[in-house]
């Protein structure tokens, strides 16, 4: 019995075992799945954004256009001229009756101010998005640059710190001065010296011979 019992826990281990790999293997799955869409989403608001900068920036650049003189001119002949076809060209010829006042060309110039006006304000979100990015990056450069200035700061006061601590030039010269002038003295006494021990020599010789001398009358 206990060797049977012994099969049975050996072989259902491999039954949890075999139950439980296909739920990893289906969590990796789920797992690709997700990173999958993920990604996909991610594509297809980078596509979004592509497609808004890309109708952002034609805005803008009509609305900067707008705001140029060139404009202002183009517009003021193109006025001139409609009014001016439309007055003095023959009945057949014209298409806006002067009058009923031009009713053409008073909807063709408000169609113009209504899409003008939402151009000029995309165009000046834009610029407050750009001044904006500048202005955070200005204040991130600056907040470097002051970092970068008290590091060196402190730098500089460790090194005058350090310079204070080591011996200056003049410290150096006035100590090897002390050491000359002392070997200078030093010098000056071995030279007395040597002259001394030969002059007592002599008088001691002197003083020798007069006691022989001495003996010698005695003798």
């Known amino acids: ?28 799955s789920d797992d690709k ?20 900068d890309v109708l952002g920036r034609v805005m803008e650049a009509i609305a900067r256009a707008m705001g140029t003189p060139a404009f202002l001119i183009g517009l003021t002949l193109f006025v001139g ?10 009945d057949a010829w ?17 169609l113009q101010a209504s899409y003008a006006a939402p151009m000029l304000l ?21 907040e470097r640059n002051t970092a970068d200035l008290e590091y060196l700061s402190r730098e500089v006061v460790a090194l005058r710190m350090r310079m204070n601590d080591m ?6 010269r006035a100590e090897l ?3 000359l002038d002392e070997m200078d003295e030093r010098a000056a006494l071995s030279t007395t010296a040597a002259t001394t021990k030969p002059a007592a020599g002599a008088t001691a010789g002197t003083t020798a011979n007069p006691e022989s001398e001495t003996d010698e009358h005695r003798a």
């Open 177 to 179: 001065r002390a050491l």
């Open 33 to 52: 799945k997700r990173g999958r869409r993920r990604d996909r989403k991610k594509e297809q608001r980078e596509e979004d954004r592509e497609d808004h």
């Open 122 to 142: 995309l165009a000046q979100n834009r610029q407050d998005d750009r001044d904006r990015v500048q202005i955070e990056q200005d204040r991130q450069r600056s």
């Open 81 to 90: 001229g409609w009014i001016a076809w439309n007055t003095l060209a023959p």
């Open 167 to 172: 011996a200056s030039q003049d410290f150096i």
């Open 1 to 28: 019995m206990a060797e049977i019992n012994e099969n049975d826990d050996v072989l259902s281990v491999p039954k949890s075992e075999s139950r439980r790999r296909p739920r990893r293997a289906d969590g990796g």
């Open 94 to 110: 014209r298409f806006d009756s002067s009058d009923l006042g031009f009713i053409a060309l008073t909807l063709a110039l408000s």
